[in-house]
């Protein structure tokens, strides 16, 4: 099946209100020349509305890169809910990235209910799964990987994750300037999907996956012209207009 590709900014701890001005119209200056790809950005919580009003009209989609466990307002300082992300214009947001997992205490168990209360918020999760070096070379990818879906897979009927949005992102390529080979990336794609496909086959075809981890202009294309490899979740590239329209010209370029 043909499925389009999705080329994400995670923008991470970085920048302020006179630097993204800059880089959205970049970015949206450069838009029309990618018009088979869906591009998102995801800019720190505070500025979702500065850009969602500088790129109105723009086809720029706007997610966040994290979002409360909860599913209702109520008294939880600091946290936001899905539904306030979707107020403010989001369409997506990014679940269980490796350095929330890390540095924010969110476990499996975690990230599969904030997966359900994306859904519930109607935000498409991109739900980040990946290996360790230590666990890479202890040969434990697959099961990482495995119990990071099935965790997911436990909380949410699978008919109900038509929207999900998967990323691989080796933790050891990410911020590193090391890239997964674009075998490497495809086995573990390759695998992901089969993991989906056996509850159910039909999501398993449509199920957009993602790879992360360094992708650079240098090294988008090759890593999209994987069979299983449904476009990029981009974090330093994603800070340059230029390069980041690069990587999306690379998965503008395939098939
Ligand atoms: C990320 O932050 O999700 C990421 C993949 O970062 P980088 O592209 O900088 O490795």
């Known amino acids: ?42 800019p720190p919580a505070t500025y979702l509305t500065a850009i969602q009003q500088a790129a109105r009209g723009s086809g720029l989609l706007l997610g966040a890169q994290n979002l409360a466990a909860q599913e209702k307002e109520g008294a ?5 809910l899905g539904s306030m992300l979707k107020d403010v214009g989001c369409s997506h947001v990014i679940v269980g990235h490796s350095e929330r997992r890390a540095l924010f205490g969110d476990t499996d168990a975690v990230v599969a209910q904030k997966v359900h209360a994306a859904l519930a918020a109607g935000l498409v999760p991109i739900l ?8 890479r070379e202890a040969d434990a990818t697959e099961a990482v990987i ?21 990323a691989y992102e080796p933790v050891w390529a990410i911020g590193t300037g090391k890239t997964a080979s674009p075998e490497q990336a495809q086995n573990v794609h390759a695998f992901i999907r089969a ?45 340059k207009a230029a390069d980041f329209l690069a990587i999306c010209a690379a998965a503008q370029s395939q098939g």
């Not at 389009?4 to 900014?9: D, E, K, N």
């Not at 939880?76 to 936001?80: A, H, K, R, V, Y």
């Not at 993991?195 to 086959?201: K, L, S």
């Open 1 to 42: 099946m043909s499925r389009q590709y999705l080329v994400a900014g995670n923008w991470k701890m970085f920048g302020n209100m006179a630097s993204n001005q800059v880089l959205v119209e970049g970015m949206c200056a450069g838009l029309d020349a990618v018009p088979k790809v869906q591009v998102l950005v995801c």
């Open 76 to 80: 939880f300082t600091g946290e936001i």
């Open 128 to 135: 980040c799964v990946g290996e360790t070096l230590a666990e």
């Open 146 to 166: 495995a119990r990071q879906i099935d965790a997911v897979l436990a909380v949410n009927p699978v008919a109900s994750l038509a929207a999900l949005v998967i």
């Open 195 to 239: 993991r989906i496909a056996a509850v159910d086959a039909k999501l398993g075809d449509s199920l957009r996956i993602l790879y992360g981890g360094s992708v650079k202009p240098d090294n988008a294309a090759s890593i999209f012209a994987q069979t299983d490899v449904d476009g990029g979740l981009i974090g330093g590239a994603s800070l």
